[in-house]
């Protein structure tokens, strides 16, 4: 699987930039703060070089990830390499002529913007939003806790995933 690790650094500055722009008290920032009782005090209380500096490590393990879910080659390489005992398909057989209508016709679909976006929308949908509805109700969170970071999130995946998946 190709790894284009120039396209993982500028995903990963997705929930950066982005969060500049949602969490400001002009967009989201004020219905966040209310919701998540932070206060001013507390945000200029952060080492915000560990904050910025972590908050960069995870978005890039979120790039990686994407590279994995938004295209599949991953998945169809680990296939091959099952089904011929991680061994090469010998020439003509049916797993060879799979391969290459695979590249053919199938491989370009996996690689637009669209296809990424669309794939890392739906993980944020089943996997973020439970995991983070979840913790919201045991923390006695509200609806527009959850929401505002959720949508944060699924729309930071989708342009994510697709800025992986366009750049390859």
Same mark, same amino acid.
């Not at 703060?33 to 952060?46: L, P, S, V, Y």
């Given at each position: 699987?190709? +790894?284009?690790?120039?396209?993982?650094? $500028?995903?990963?500055?997705? %929930?950066?930039?982005?969060?500049?722009?949602?969490?400001?008290? =002009?967009?989201?920032?004020? #219905? /966040?703060? &209310?919701? &998540?009782?932070?206060?001013? *005090? =507390? +945000?200029?209380?952060?080492?915000? #070089?560990?904050?910025? !500096?972590?908050?960069?490590?995870?978005?890039?393990?979120?790039?990686?990830?994407?590279?994995?879910? &938004?295209?599949?080659? !991953?998945?169809? *390489?680990?296939?091959? &390499?099952?089904?011929?005992?991680?061994? *090469? %398909?010998? %020439?003509?057989?049916?797993? #060879?002529? /799979? +391969?290459?209508? @695979?590249?053919?016709?199938?491989?370009?679909?996996?690689?637009?913007? =669209?296809? !990424?976006?669309?794939?890392? $929308?739906?993980?944020?949908?089943?996997?973020?939003? %439970? $995991?983070? #509805?979840?913790?919201?109700?045991? *923390?006695?969170?509200?609806?527009?806790?959850?929401?505002?970071?959720?949508? @944060? /999130? +699924?729309?930071?995946?989708?342009?994510?995933?697709?800025?992986?998946?366009? /750049?390859?």
């Amino acid at each position: 699987m190709e +790894i284009n690790f120039f396209a993982l650094i $500028v995903a990963a500055l997705v %929930p950066m930039l982005l969060g500049f722009v949602w969490y400001h008290e =002009k967009v989201f920032g004020k #219905a /966040w703060m &209310a919701a &998540a009782g932070m206060t001013d *005090e =507390k +945000i200029k209380g952060g080492n915000m #070089a560990l904050i910025f !500096g972590l908050s960069f490590l995870f978005s890039l393990m979120l790039a990686f990830q994407m590279n994995i879910q &938004a295209v599949h080659d !991953g998945f169809v *390489e680990g296939a091959i &390499a099952h089904a011929t005992n991680y061994g *090469e %398909p010998a %020439p003509g057989s049916e797993i #060879a002529k /799979w +391969i290459e209508f @695979y590249k053919t016709n199938l491989a370009a679909s996996n690689h637009t913007f =669209k296809h !990424g976006a669309f794939h890392a $929308v739906m993980l944020g949908l089943f996997l973020v939003l %439970p $995991v983070f #509805a979840t913790n919201a109700l045991f *923390e006695r969170k509200g609806f527009k806790y959850v929401a505002v970071n959720v949508g @944060y /999130w +699924i729309i930071c995946l989708g342009i994510m995933g697709g800025i992986i998946a366009a /750049w390859r």
